[in-house]
């Protein structure tokens, strides 16, 4: 039988060709085996888009070289009219991916007519670095700008990235500026310290539909009282340089929104340095100037400067000189209305009020324990009630304030506070504010509260116009010339101070003979020589603190328990110790405290918004809600 098998012609031809065959048989195998490959994608081709989107496909075709696993593309026909929502789509690409995508290949599924197109792409290898992949991942992941996409804007010279523009599809949400304040606050945060130890900055231009992410051109840390300015307005008075050289400027002409400056600066954070400046820059602008320096240390350096026409340390007087203005000022529009002038022909005056909330917790201290005269004179006088005159009809007048205190404290005018502080709109703060001093200040919870306060002199300042900025305070000496400051200043310092210095500086033009008689008896009191006396050293624990001689002082309301304050006892300051503080039903605050060096407990009542005087200096920078 198997001889016969041998002998049969077909299967002497098939050995006699027997390569051939074989071939053909190969080719059999390899054709069958792919069309079960592709057999196998249609099927479950096939079930996916049913399991997904309810819909039977027609036919489903593969190219006919497929892998295992590996599928190249698909066609998929459904019926005539067939339509998917974008939820069926979004599965049926999810179970394409799931089934196989990997790091070589990344698959897309297209739905046009009434066919299906699945194609793959090349994985392109992800060369973004952490910083960048961060953000793009926690865009992604949550939707706080629509449709993010990260690109990187540029590199620092280490080759480190420095800039990101993220756009996105503006919408309501993201014109809100709280909205901003808050995306821009994450934004900073997800990038992490930069390399370089430069700050980030968040740039909006919701316009154009994207948002900057850059680092903050570095602040010198210290900038010399500048000769030249670049800025030739005569009434445009710098006195800080910021970002990318731009100048803080106070603009005191007739023209500005914000006649009046506001300077708030802890102890030795550079706020009588600004001050110096502001003063320095006036009288080179042919603007006289008028000092109140309660504490007496403050500016005692300008008494001699040229344009400087008196520095009023007695609180008193100062009372006087605030009411003085008001007449001054009603008296300037009088003759601007009577001569039909403008009001920019006037001449300039600027009064510098340092150390405000002193100054105004002795005006309260003297109206409660004061003599009868001293408390009938500051009620005739209302000094607090006379800058708030000043602050809202001045600004016509030619009259301008430059008010410094060390904190942000809503009871900084007294009751006054609402609407005084308002008109101080330009404004400049030396320290990292909280919060709330933040809101108060600037009207943004962010703003002032990254102040670099090793660097002294770094400052949030206005720019011209009016928006907040870093900036960092010229550096303006000690203006005194008395032989034991003199000689301990530098030679650079002493040559700044002789090119600062005018030879002959502006006088003060009076329209009122209040204002005049005052400054004239000021003037001749600077020139009678003072007499210091010697130092005592005295075993009590009494401290006979007169009101020319002013410790810091601080809101009844803000003491906490411990704190060293110093109460009246039959006409003589006293050092306690707060035990309770209390607020009254009308707003009183009453205090419990205990004489130091004794066991005997006294209680002091203070009215709304009357300050406390303090035993140490206020290095506190904390501001009230």
Not at 50 to 69: E, K, S
Not at 124 to 133: A, E, F, I, K, M
Not at 306 to 324: H, Y
Not at 503 to 511: F, L, N
Request: aromatic fraction near 6%; charge should be neutral; charged fraction near 20%.
């Amino acid at each position: 039988m198997l001889a016969s098998i041998l002998a049969h012609p077909v299967v002497v031809w098939v050995l006699a060709h027997q390569p051939l065959v074989i071939a053909a048989l190969v080719a059999v195998a390899i054709i069958d085996g792919l069309w079960f490959i592709a057999f196998r994608h249609r099927r479950a081709l096939r079930r996916m888009v049913w399991q997904a989107t309810r819909q039977q496909p027609v036919w489903v075709r593969v190219p006919w070289w497929v892998r295992p696993g590996r599928l190249v593309s698909a066609r998929i026909k459904l019926v005539a009219g067939s339509v998917i929502d974008d939820a069926p789509m979004g599965r049926l690409a999810a179970a394409v991916k799931h089934r196989y995508e990997n790091h070589r290949w990344e698959y897309t599924v297209t739905h046009r007519g009434d066919r299906l197109f699945i194609t793959r792409t090349p994985v392109v290898p992800d060369t973004r670095s952490q910083r960048h992949r961060t953000l793009q991942a926690a865009l992604d992941a949550n939707s706080i700008l629509p449709d993010a996409s990260v690109t990187v804007l540029g590199h620092d010279e280490a080759g480190h990235e420095s800039g990101y523009r993220i756009g996105f599809t503006p919408n309501l949400k993201t014109g809100n500026e709280s909205y901003q304040n808050t995306v821009a606050d994450a934004l900073v945060k997800l990038a992490g310290d930069h390399e370089s130890g430069h700050l980030w900055d968040v740039t909006w231009r919701v316009d154009r539909g994207y948002v900057d992410l850059g680092l903050k051109a570095p602040l010198p840390t210290r900038v010399d009282h500048p000769l030249d300015i670049a800025d030739d307005e005569r009434l445009h008075v710098p006195y800080a340089t910021g970002e990318a050289g731009q100048l803080a400027v106070w603009n005191i002409s007739t023209s500005s929104s914000a006649p009046h400056m506001l300077v708030i600066g802890p102890t030795g954070g550079g706020k009588t340095t600004l001050i110096l400046s502001v003063i320095t820059e006036l009288v080179r602008r042919n603007v006289p100037v008028i000092g109140v320096d309660p504490k007496k240390i403050e500016l005692d350096g300008i008494h001699d400067h040229p344009g400087v026409a008196a520095v009023i340390i007695n609180p008193v007087r100062a009372a006087m000189l605030v009411r003085a203005l008001c007449t001054e000022m009603h008296a300037r529009m009088d003759y601007v209305r009577i001569n039909k002038m403008e009001a920019k022909e006037l001449p300039m005056l600027v009064v510098v009020l340092d150390e405000f909330f002193i100054l105004s917790a002795a005006w309260q201290r003297m109206l409660k324990s004061g003599g009868e005269d001293t408390k009938d004179l500051l009620k005739s006088l209302d000094p607090l009630g006379a800058i708030a005159e000043l602050g809202a009809l001045s600004r016509s007048s030619g009259i301008r304030m430059l008010v410094g205190v060390q904190r942000p404290d809503a009871q900084i005018f007294g009751a006054n506070s609402g609407s005084v502080r308002d008109n101080f709109k330009t404004r400049a703060s030396l320290a990292s504010l909280s919060q709330d001093g933040a809101m108060m200040l600037w009207g943004d919870a962010q703003i002032g509260r990254n102040v670099d306060a090793s660097v002294p002199g770094r400052a949030t300042a206005t720019k011209l116009d009016g928006n907040p900025m870093d900036a960092q305070v010229w550096w303006t000496p000690n203006l005194d010339r008395h032989p034991n400051k003199w000689n301990r200043m530098s030679a650079k310092d002493q040559a700044l101070i002789t090119s600062l210095t005018p030879d002959e500086g502006p006088s003060v033009t009076c329209y009122s003979s209040e204002l005049a008689e005052l400054l004239r008896d000021e003037q001749q009191m600077s020139m009678q020589k003072e007499f210091a006396p010697e130092p005592m050293l005295i075993g009590g624990r009494s401290l006979d603190t007169t009101p020319d001689d002013l410790p810091d002082a601080l809101p009844a309301n803000q003491l906490t328990e411990g704190t060293a304050i110093l109460v009246d006892i039959d006409g003589q300051l006293t050092e306690a110790a707060v035990l309770t503080v209390a607020t009254t039903v009308n707003g009183a605050t009453e205090i419990r405290a205990q004489i130091a060096g004794t066991r005997q407990i006294v209680t002091e009542r203070y009215r709304p918004h009357e300050p406390a005087f303090l035993a140490a200096a206020d290095t506190s920078t904390a501001v009230p809600a």
